[in-house]
């Protein structure tokens, strides 16, 4: 005997606005008991009081083999696809009526759910036995993701599908802010040897492109201020308003404390300075000889004929 027990959410679809209001929380289907059956039973539970109520058997043929489920968005119909007897049916709780949808304008597979692939843990919605979760609280819907063993597993988006937040492309905004910040640290900051500096700069992460421009002025020998602006290029897809590509900053440099003069020389400076000592050692050397030739003359050290024929330099 093979029962098929398949349970679709309804407060999943109703976060997408579906009409009118449902008066369960979850379908309940239950394929016939045995081979020698054909009645499919629906029932409708309400998670609030935990009743079930049946609400319609139909005869889709033995066993309920390959059947799958899923709720209509637009009329929120139970459709039930893949049954015993090779249709599509569509059942209307609310007016408790079946309906046979034929091949040649059946939404197709995209829409139809496997077995067993929706059912409800408390009130969390899975969409696999251990995959894709989403549950809804009074402020918000969450979503997160676990492996076959129930374990938290990431969320990857692949296949050259991009995820998207009020119409930006959430990778492409990240590498965005990161070239448009290093497009920014080209720029000068603090003017040097000059009151106004300004620059050019670009940057790029992620494969995207941006452009700064900006300049740095010297008010006194204190206070200095910066500007500068960086723009993505142009023509990016999904790249949201102009405010989402471009940045731009202000700021300024006070300096504290008591200005110190700087004390490193260049080598340059070094061999002038070697020499100029140099010369003033040499011309020491001619001040002494001059001063001890004086000194002898004072103390008649020297004879009278020397006086004569002695020249000072």
Not at 82 to 89: E, I, V, Y
Not at 143 to 158: E, H, V
Not at 289 to 304: H, N, P, Q, T
């Amino acid at each position: 005997m093979k029962n098929l027990f398949r349970a679709v959410l309804l407060s999943f679809f109703s976060s997408v606005s579906l009409s009118p209001l449902y008066a369960f929380d979850i379908f309940s289907i239950e394929s016939p008991p045995d081979e020698n059956e054909t009645l499919t039973k629906v029932y409708g539970i309400d998670l609030s009081t935990n009743t079930k109520t049946l609400l319609t058997e139909k005869d889709l043929g033995a066993n309920g083999a390959g059947m799958n489920s899923f709720v209509s968005p637009s009329t929120g119909e139970l459709i039930l696809t893949g049954t015993a007897d090779s249709n599509h049916h569509a059942y209307d709780w609310k007016s408790d009526t079946w309906r046979t949808i034929t091949d040649d304008i059946f939404p197709g597979s995209p829409l139809v759910l496997q077995k067993q692939s929706m059912f409800a843990n408390s009130n969390v919605i899975s969409v696999g036995q251990n995959s894709l979760k989403l549950q809804e609280t009074s402020k918000e819907m969450k979503m997160w993701a676990t492996d076959s063993q129930g374990r938290i597993a990431p969320i990857n988006i692949t296949n050259g599908s991009k995820l998207l937040i009020n119409g930006r492309d959430v990778e492409q905004s990240i590498n965005n802010v990161g070239a448009l910040s290093a497009a920014l640290t080209g720029l000068p900051t603090v003017p040097t040897e000059t009151s106004l500096a300004c620059g050019l700069g670009t940057g790029t992460h992620g494969g995207d492109f941006a452009f700064s421009g900006g300049c740095a002025s010297k008010l006194n020998e204190k206070l200095s201020i910066n500007y500068a602006a960086s723009m993505t290029m142009p023509g990016q897809d999904y790249a949201g308003d102009f405010e989402d590509t471009f940045s731009a900053r202000a700021g300024f440099v006070w300096k504290l404390g008591k200005a110190i003069k700087p004390t490193q020389i260049s080598m340059k400076e070094k061999e002038n300075f070697k020499n100029k000592i140099e010369s003033l050692e040499e011309k020491n050397k001619q001040l002494i000889s001059r001063l001890e030739r004086l000194e002898k003359f004072a103390l008649k050290e020297i004879k009278s004929k020397d006086l004569a024929i002695y020249k000072l330099k």
